[in-house]
């Protein structure tokens, strides 16, 4: 490792830098208030939406202050245009189109962790007995080989991580992968049938007491369970390179590190 280039580019983590286009006055704004429409508030384009909704999470503000901020990037840049006030970023956070995942590789490492939930109420799930601890559950797609997160999804706490496994695939570009590596959660029929539809080989730990299956589909399934048993479980990890799951738990940690271990929206379309 270059310390010297690690150092800088961490250095450059914490640095604000907007690029501003020369056409910005026309794409800021869909449409300017006209004079004879007075008290009709104005409708921003997407980006700038989105952009607010970025510097929000990135440095943990609330809506209120973010608007503070968006307000002194203008001013910084010397422009002269109004910024979306707090209830336009709220109400128009539901409805943004975010942009597309990156492309993976070869192979994709998939795992989730949970993300707390603040509101109403919230403190009755301190109490023991009262209230059953509420969370959102994130799944995220990890490419080893350039550490980018591919995929990602949210859902409930109540559900199970096979169950989110074919909708996450669905949020990736599996052009070119060929492999799909999780954890002993993964290790679910459905798992293995929403895999072999999309031609797609699954690596993941056998649950204790597997056996062979005499099902269509579960030949990929029953030669693990014999090489485990012919060469052990640790041989077998070894062998398919399972400690590349660990990039995908170096993700989660990269995630909350940067936007925080709770989600800052009550509302299911927000989050």
Same mark, same amino acid.
């Given at each position: 490792?270059?310390?010297?280039?690690?150092?800088?580019?961490?250095a450059?983590?914490?640095?604000?830098t907007?690029?501003l286009?020369?056409d910005?006055a026309?794409?800021?704004?869909?449409?300017?208030r006209?004079?004879?429409?007075?008290?009709r508030?104005?409708v921003?384009?997407d980006?700038?939406?989105?952009?607010?909704?970025?510097?929000?999470q990135?440095?943990?503000?609330?809506?209120?202050?973010?608007?503070?901020?968006?307000r002194?990037?203008?001013?910084?840049?010397g422009?002269?245009?109004?910024e979306?006030?707090?209830?336009?970023l709220?109400r128009?956070?539901?409805?943004?189109?975010?942009?597309?995942?990156p492309?993976?590789?070869a192979?994709?490492?998939?795992d989730?962790?949970?993300l707390?939930?603040r509101?109403p109420?919230?403190?009755l799930?301190t109490?023991?007995?009262?209230k059953?601890?509420?969370?959102?559950?994130?799944?995220l797609g990890v490419?080893p080989?350039?550490?980018?997160i591919?995929?990602?999804l949210?859902?409930?706490?109540?559900?199970?991580d096979?169950?989110a496994?074919d909708p996450?695939l669905?949020?990736?570009?599996?052009s070119?992968?060929?492999a799909?590596?999780?954890?002993? #959660?993964?290790? *679910?029929?459905?798992?293995?049938?929403? $895999?072999?539809k999309? !031609?797609?080989?699954?690596?993941?730990? +056998?649950?204790?007491?597997?056996?062979?299956?005499?099902?269509?589909?579960?030949?990929e399934r029953?030669c #693990?369970?014999e *090489?485990v048993?012919?060469v052990?479980? $640790?041989n077998?990890? !070894?062998?398919k390179h399972y400690?590349? +799951?660990s990039?995908?738990?170096?993700?989660?940690?990269r995630?909350k590190?940067a936007f925080g271990?709770?989600?800052r929206? *009550?509302?299911w379309?927000?989050?």
């Amino acid at each position: 490792m270059h310390w010297k280039t690690y150092n800088r580019e961490r250095a450059n983590r914490g640095s604000l830098t907007v690029c501003l286009g020369d056409d910005l006055a026309s794409k800021w704004a869909s449409n300017e208030r006209a004079v004879a429409d007075r008290g009709r508030p104005i409708v921003y384009s997407d980006h700038v939406v989105l952009l607010g909704l970025l510097l929000q999470q990135i440095y943990r503000l609330p809506l209120r202050q973010t608007v503070g901020l968006m307000r002194s990037v203008l001013k910084l840049s010397g422009v002269a245009l109004p910024e979306p006030d707090s209830l336009a970023l709220c109400r128009r956070r539901r409805h943004l189109m975010l942009p597309h995942w990156p492309k993976g590789s070869a192979c994709i490492v998939i795992d989730s962790t949970g993300l707390q939930i603040r509101g109403p109420n919230t403190w009755l799930t301190t109490v023991p007995g009262q209230k059953r601890r509420a969370y959102r559950k994130i799944h995220l797609g990890v490419d080893p080989a350039s550490t980018l997160i591919v995929a990602g999804l949210v859902t409930p706490c109540q559900a199970h991580d096979s169950e989110a496994f074919d909708p996450l695939l669905a949020t990736a570009d599996l052009s070119v992968t060929r492999a799909i590596i999780g954890d002993g #959660a993964n290790d *679910r029929r459905c798992c293995y049938v929403s $895999a072999r539809k999309r !031609r797609l080989r699954l690596i993941t730990p +056998l649950r204790s007491g597997a056996v062979l299956r005499l099902e269509p589909g579960s030949l990929e399934r029953n030669c #693990a369970i014999e *090489r485990v048993r012919f060469v052990g479980k $640790a041989n077998w990890k !070894r062998s398919k390179h399972y400690g590349r +799951l660990s990039l995908a738990e170096a993700a989660m940690h990269r995630l909350k590190a940067a936007f925080g271990p709770r989600l800052r929206s *009550r509302l299911w379309p927000n989050q």
